[in-house]
């Protein structure tokens, strides 16, 4: 199972272009932060998904 990087930046240029909409800025140090933290809660719950099916197997 690899790292889910693409969706990562996906979700970073996501809150930017929010950010930039909805306010006017960019609040980048927010946007990576707010990123990899759904990363890494992404990777968990695809690494979490995967064990539970062959377990099932």
Known sequence: MSFPAAEGVGIFVGIVAWEV???GQM???????????ST??????RHWWTASRRKRH
Do not use: D, E, N, T
Request: glycine letters at 4%.
């Open 21 to 23: 909409l909805s306010v």
């Open 27 to 37: 609040h980048l140090l927010k946007a990576v932060l707010i990123a990899a933290a």
């Open 40 to 45: 890494l809660v992404w990777y968990g719950a």
